[in-house]
């Protein structure tokens, strides 16, 4: 294990005690494997993190809690470590807890260890569950703000959440649809969710039946739900729903997973007339260049991790309130003729 960062600085960024990292720098010996990785991911953390490390400026410290997709997490590792040097002089690190799939009971652990280690914020995204607002209200009560991120816990003592307003999001992807798939003749769409639990899908799919309510009564809803986001488990659900609804020509995806849903309709040999995702991650982009995908609903992520660690900031003191409650990040329609700038090709 290489030495680049004092002992002291890895155990911080870790979560554990000094005593383990010394432990674990002399091999490992006693230490539980699971504790040896975490060691280890908080060097990675420290090194794609070293402008911050060692600045003058007062320092803060903040987790990052997220159960979904790599795909999806990784996006907003990299969106957020990218805005943490433009803090200054303020100094934020983060420590990830990044999992693609969790039970409530593991996330409500994490989230007691990082009120009992000491954070100074944690930015959580995670299931709409009464355990989770429980452990939720502990870290408020302990002076630790949470930020939920992408989806809300709406019920919970969260400080505030960052993200896009996902009623709008789902009235915007029935807007699409219905005008690619107009007519009087009744059809149906596909509506995916990575699981019910999560109050930003539930928003998102409610918005998309009240638009079609208003405006399009010719489409019909399909739903499957609890694949996760993840390919092996979304892959299976639509191939099922392809098989009992012969009548599917389109697919507003809210959860994820899309190359395997693409994969299910090439696999039934059907064809998707049309096809709504969300985020622009690798997957997306792919699939947005092969025609695949017609449109995604995006938010800039750069932003909403600026304004998340910003709020943290007001609630520790370091930022004055805003005068104002901050809009929600703007829904941006992309399609493979107006990817942002910044956004690289596949």
Not at 247 to 273: D, E, K, P, T
Not at 276 to 289: K, M, Q, V, W
Request: glycine share 8%; charged share 20%; aromatic share 4%.
């Amino acid at each position: 294990m290489a030495h680049r960062f004092p002992l002291k600085v890895v155990a911080l960024q870790a979560g554990v005690s000094l005593a383990t990292v010394e432990r674990v720098v002399k091999g490992g010996a006693g230490v539980h494997a699971s504790t040896v990785r975490r060691v280890l991911q908080a060097q990675e953390e420290l090194a794609r993190q070293s402008a911050q490390v060692g600045l003058s400026g007062k320092k803060f410290m903040i987790d990052v809690l997220m159960v979904a997709p790599q795909r999806f997490t990784e996006s907003v590792r990299q969106a957020l470590e990218a805005e943490l040097p433009a803090l200054h002089p303020a100094v934020l690190r983060a420590r990830f807890h990044l999992h693609e799939t969790l039970d409530p009971e593991r996330i409500v652990e994490l989230l007691e260890r990082i009120r009992k280690n000491g954070s100074n914020g944690v930015l959580l995204k995670a299931p709409d569950l009464p355990q989770v607002a429980d452990a939720v209200a502990k870290l408020a009560s302990a002076g630790i703000p949470v930020v939920t991120l992408v989806t809300d816990l709406p019920g919970s003592r969260r400080s505030t959440y960052v993200g896009m307003d996902n009623r709008a999001a789902g009235a915007t992807a029935a807007y699409l649809l219905g005008q690619w798939l107009s007519g009087a003749k009744k059809q149906q769409v596909l509506v995916t969710l990575s699981s019910n639990r999560y109050h930003g899908e539930e928003e998102r799919e409610l918005g998309f039946r009240r638009a079609l309510r208003e405006r399009h009564r010719h489409l019909r809803i399909v739903e499957v739900s609890e694949g996760h986001g993840i390919d092996g488990a979304t892959g299976p659900l639509v191939r099922q729903a392809l098989r009992e609804h012969p009548g599917l020509v389109g697919v507003y995806s809210i959860g994820g997973g899309n190359a395997a849903i693409v994969a299910a309709f090439a696999q039934a040999g059907r064809r998707c007339h049309v096809f709504i995702g969300h985020d622009l991650d690798a997957d997306n982009l792919a699939l947005l260049h092969a025609g695949a995908i017609h449109a995604v609903l995006h938010h800039d992520l750069g932003q909403d991790m600026r304004r998340a660690c910003q709020d943290i900031l007001r609630a520790q003191g370091a930022l004055p309130p805003l005068k104002h409650a901050p809009s929600l990040s703007a829904i941006q329609v992309v399609t493979p003729y107006n990817l942002p700038a910044l956004t690289a090709r596949p």
